[in-house]
């Protein structure tokens, strides 16, 4: 696949505010400008100040994970080791994950916004995670030779020799819905719900530590400067962030790749970056206007790569839809995970989703009813992408080609 390189031929931002510093983060010290570097490369006293290793971390689970949901001779408790990992136990094959006192589960629906006072949907959030490995194991992998059929799980073989897919009696992959799921459970709600949100970025004596420059104890960093840090880990954490490479991961990096590569929506992989490099630079500066200036258009683009990714899947699988039924589910279980992953969405300056659970829920339930995919019309993909659509700033032909 296309790897695409964010940033490096872009012009670094400028926006013209009254502000000042000592960091050498790219901001200059005497001006009324706050100048986004041309990379994500930030400073004190010599030192990078840049660190998001807890998002790596994540990151580097999730990808093991999900590769083991398709692994038949995992047990339930193996896997559920593997999402809710407890410090020291021995759920991965790299050490250093196994010595980590991090988690998805812990993150997964847990954001300061939208679940510090809603825990009856974080619960029931992370309670889908768990009933769909559950289910891969009990329901899946005992009929992993089968054929699958209507309202029997099974394996299915894509049209011209293609790939097996193994599925739910329903037609769906469990293990897709993880995996496109967390991209908006754990990615971007930590990301656009989380850290970039001033109830985190503000929290306490965030923001007097940040004017003073008073960093965390034993680090180069201000806390204000790690939450933003953090936030942009979720999306570049297994790259370079200096020159940070497109389709690197299974999760946002994927998908914002995807949606750079539809000529319709061109750009859109700068602007976030470029975001990012401005809000971070605004931090430093302490400059907080700007900084949230740019923590709302992140919420919209990496909310759009969520909506444009769902539509993509439901039309790709609605032409597929009864000729090659393989192909189809597998579409529409990427689709189901996306759409899963709208109600962590974040419309620029509120604190709304794009789509709430219960519309979310809505969509689940036309997903699944009766036998599931296998008696999905497209007729009926069609009006759930079209509802969709109309929520942003595209149109079903654009995201579905």
């Known amino acids: 696949m296309k790897k695409i390189i964010v940033g490096l ?68 408790a193996q896997l559920d080791g593997m999402f809710a990992h ?35 949907d974080a619960n029931a959030i992370k309670a889908d995670f768990d009933s769909w490995i559950a289910a891969q194991v009990s329901e899946v992998f005992p009929a992993w030779a089968n054929n699958a059929t209507a309202g029997n799980a099974g394996q299915l073989q894509e049209a011209g020799g293609g790939a097996t897919r193994y599925i739910s009696g329903k037609g769906l992959e469990y293990n897709q819905a ?3 799921g967390l991209i908006g459970a754990l990615m971007a709600d930590q990301m656009l719900n989380n850290y970039l949100s001033t109830s985190v970025l503000d929290a306490g004596e ?22 933003w840090d953090e936030a942009f880990g979720y999306l570049y954490g297994t790259d370079n962030a200096t020159a940070p ?49 740019q923590a709302n258009i992140i919420r919209e683009k990496i909310s759009t790569v969520i909506g444009v990714r769902a539509v993509y899947y ?32 974040r419309k620029p300056g509120t604190n709304q989703p794009y789509f709430t659970k219960t519309q979310v829920d809505g969509f689940i339930d036309q997903l699944l009813t009766g036998n599931g995919f296998w008696d999905l019309t497209p007729a009926i993909l069609d009006e759930i992408s079209d509802t969709i659509s109309a929520e942003f700033n595209f149109t079903t032909t654009q995201a579905g080609s």
Not at 28 to 33: S, Y
């Open 178 to 180: 993880v995996n496109k």
């Open 314 to 345: 439901l039309q790709q699988g609605k032409n597929n839809l009864g000729t090659d039924n393989a192909s189809a589910f597998h579409d529409l279980s990427e689709g189901f995970g996306f759409i899963y992953s709208l109600q962590f969405t």
């Open 9 to 76: 031929l872009t012009l670094s931002t400028f926006v013209f505010t009254s502000c000042s510093s000592d960091d050498d983060g790219g901001n200059p010290t005497d001006t009324n400008e706050v100048i986004a570097p041309a990379t994500y490369a930030f400073s004190r006293n010599g030192n990078s100040t840049v660190s998001y290793s807890g998002q790596t971390t994540r990151i580097q689970m999730g990808e093991e994970f999900i590769t083991a949901l398709k692994d038949n001779s995992k047990t339930e």
């Open 245 to 293: 490479i497109l389709n690197e991961d299974s999760f946002l990096n994927k998908y914002l790749s995807r949606v750079e590569n539809d000529a319709d929506f061109a750009g859109i992989a700068s602007e976030v970056y470029e975001a990012f490099k401005l809000g971070r630079a605004a931090i430093v500066a302490k400059n907080y206007t700007v900084r949230d200036a």
């Open 86 to 120: 407890a410090e020291g136990n021995n759920d991965f094959s790299d050490a250093d994950l196994n010595a980590s006192n991090k988690s998805i589960r812990s993150k997964t629906a847990a954001s300061s916004d939208y679940f510090s006072a809603n825990t009856t």
């Open 206 to 227: 965030n923001r007097a530590n940040n004017d003073a420059g008073t960093v965390e104890e034993g680090k180069d960093y201000t806390t204000m400067e790690h939450k």
